[in-house]
Nanobody, 119 residues
């Protein structure tokens, strides 16, 4: 069985920091492109950070310079380090793993973390 298990929800004050984790079982994360998505009320789920299988990282302009995606292959875990958080960063954050094999797409999702930034 494939599972992506994310860390607990987080509550931080504006300007604070938080690190999310996503631990995989049933797949080898080093073979997958990884992404962190977020969704807030009334909005579509959006990709904010992506890590290719060659470990090239890309970020949405709204989070560039504040969020960092990384993976630890020994722990089969991907992380999202979040700094200088603001109220507009409040959302449910989801990790995703994607791989295409012989013309078929495989996507796996974590259960989501509620991140709340408030004073």
């Amino acid at each position: 069985q494939v599972q992506l298990v994310q860390s607990e929800a987080g509550l931080v004050q504006p300007g604070g920091s938080l690190t999310l984790s996503c631990a995989a079982s049933g797949i080898v994360l080093s073979l997958y492109a990884m992404g962190w998505y977020r969704q807030s009320p009334g909005k579509q789920r959006e990709l904010v950070a992506a890590l290719s299988s060659d470990d090239s990282a890309n970020y949405d302009d709204s989070v560039k310079g504040r969020l960092t995606i990384s993976r630890d292959n020994a722990k089969n875990t991907v992380y999202l380090q979040m700094n200088s958080l603001q109220a507009e960063d409040t959302a449910v954050y989801y990790c995703n793993g994607h791989r295409r094999i012989f013309g078929r797409d495989f996507d796996y999702w974590g259960q989501g973390n509620q991140v709340t930034v408030s004073s």
